[in-house]
């Protein structure tokens, strides 16, 4: 089988039907693909409709899997395991696919022996307004290693933006850590380190809805502490990660964990922490050895804020 597609449900019966119905028509055969649901526990009926979308399905290629709920990692996980593709997709049950286009990525990948494969997404609002159109600096046709691709553009760490192999995630156990938040961040990083082949589309393939209710909008002061702490989780995953790696590899760890690091510093004005909750996240961050910042391979805006941090902190201990 040629690819597999892995949706993780979760309370998302206003949406899966248009997710699912995105990917009829890929020209694709029932032998080439397969799609696995992956419903992580949902209370709502969005299982119900994937029954449906089954029984009406002509190509007859879905399967359901039912769990108690473990979050978005444990579902990914366990669609990972029941795969039977030699790629994967990611994609989540509020968004959508052109699915004209399947047949031509999935084509690219095969003829270039791809690690992986990077496409353009369009990001919608709940209207179906357009909100953002991705355009990337890479080249379609050129075939790059981890150090050019880490080189040339911020990592996205949006698992859905890619198509991934199985036998490398397998081969390195590359799972999804569970129960954490920016878990893609850690999976996407760590996979395009044992990539040999990364390649480009520019073709605008995956459609995501920003949703105001959904998990990663929907936040409150204990979610946002939360998120805060799992990306040091993260950034912790990623520093073991490099053990026994090569130079080139160490630098795109080191890169990633930067970003993530000042992103998360930069939170703690976004987010309007009070005072002691920046004095407890900041306390976290002197714990874990990662204050001061220190920027050595990102740009120069990464290291001005580097600067305006180290003093911020200095003032309010």
Known sequence: MRLSIIIALYNNVNYIGKTLNSIIGTGLSNDDF????VNDGSTDNGEIVVQEFIKSN?????????????GQSSARNLGIKKSEGRYILF?????????????????????????????????????????????????????YNPKEFTELQVISGAMCRYFYRKELIERNHLYLTEGIFHEDEEFVTKYICCCNRIGYS????????????????????????????????????????????SPEIVKILEAKIEQLLVSNCIKLFKNRFSLKDKSELILLLKKEDLLPLKIRYNSNKFKIFALFFNNYIKIIR
């Open 34 to 37: 397969e799609i696995i649901v």
């Open 58 to 70: 002509p190509l007859h290629n879905v399967q359901l899997f039912s769990k108690e709920n473990g």
């Open 91 to 143: 994609l989540d049950s509020d968004d959508f696919i052109n699915s004209n286009e399947l047949h031509k990525l999935l084509q690219k990948l095969e003829d270039n022996d791809l690690d992986l494969l990077m496409y353009e997404f369009i990001r919608l609002d709940e209207k179906g307004n357009e909100i953002l159109r991705t355009n990337s600096v890479y080249k379609e046709g050129q075939i």
């Open 202 to 245: 520019p073709i605008h393939f995956y459609y995501y809805l920003m949703r105001t209710d959904s998990s990663t909008n929907t936040l409150d002061l204990i979610k946002n502490k939360k998120l805060f702490k799992d990306v040091l989780s993260v950034i912790n995953s990623l520093k073991r990660f490099e053990m026994n790696k």
